[in-house]
């Protein structure tokens, strides 16, 4: 029958603890360390990596084992573990995560420094995070298309932001956010660009009003649709009308 450790037992181990990192002076390393590094990885931030060098992290870990090598291997273990589950939170797919996480483990098996250790636990949270980086961009991609493709097909109506949200199945705040932070302009300037453009062609090939072209393409007045064609042409659609005007009903000269 398997033997359980008693609170006794338990509470004697973590009172002899205390004992001895109270006498050597032990001032753990600050969480905020940790945390910074996961969250990097949880972002996919793989540049802003660094982990500090072992020699600074020593003075603040107690003496989970006499060996140092030993010590700042269970250490390095850790990290991974940290790294992997960050990774998964940051929306890499378990299977990849935990693929990294064997292959750092082998290679760490290979380590015959604290050097090495220290480069194995540094590499391992900057690939998770190069990871998590590329899944995220792969997936602001898509959607990115996504949500331009719902835009062309629908723009000669009037198009709402939460409207595109439920088509990509994305929160609107946080599409709005990606959009903004991707194409540099919000998602409304994009639609109103893109209707822009259809009414250049209008007002270049057809005799259609301005009134006319300003309903066709969702505007809810002329003034709205005059203020946004000013904005994106920096000219009225009159202006641009007579500017470029070409009427395809000339008569070619006998």
Request: charged share 30%.
């Amino acid at each position: 029958m398997r033997r359980i450790v008693s609170e006794e037992e338990i509470e004697a181990i973590l009172s002899k603890n205390k004992l001895i990192n109270s006498e050597n002076g032990l001032y753990r390393f600050p969480i905020e360390h940790e945390k910074s590094l996961l969250e990097k990885v949880r972002a996919g931030k793989y540049r802003e990596i660094f982990v500090v060098d072992f020699d600074e992290l020593d003075s603040y870990m107690g003496i989970s084992t006499k060996n140092r090598f030993r010590k700042f291997e269970y250490t390095t273990v850790s990290a991974n573990a940290l790294c992997t589950r960050a990774a998964i939170e940051g929306g890499l797919p378990p299977d990849q995560a935990y693929d990294i996480s064997e292959a750092m483990l082998q290679r760490l098996e290979k380590a015959r420094s604290i050097q090495e250790l220290h480069d194995i636990m540094e590499l391992t949270a900057v690939l998770f995070a190069h990871e998590v980086y590329k899944n995220k961009s792969k997936k602001s991609s898509y959607v990115l298309e996504q949500c331009k493709n719902y835009i062309s097909r629908n723009i000669f109506n009037r198009i709402y932001l939460k409207e595109i949200a439920e088509y990509v199945g994305m929160n609107y705040s946080y599409l709005s956010r990606l959009f903004s932070a991707k194409e540099r302009i919000t998602i409304q300037q994009y639609i109103q660009r893109e209707k822009v453009t259809i009414a250049c062609n209008m007002l270049r090939y057809s005799d259609r009003s301005i009134a006319e072209i300003a309903q066709y393409i969702g505007f809810q007045s002329q003034s709205g649709f005059t203020k946004a064609f000013r904005q994106w042409q920096c000219m009225t659609p009159v202006e641009y009308r007579n500017k470029n005007y070409q009427s395809h009903y000339t008569k070619s000269k006998k």
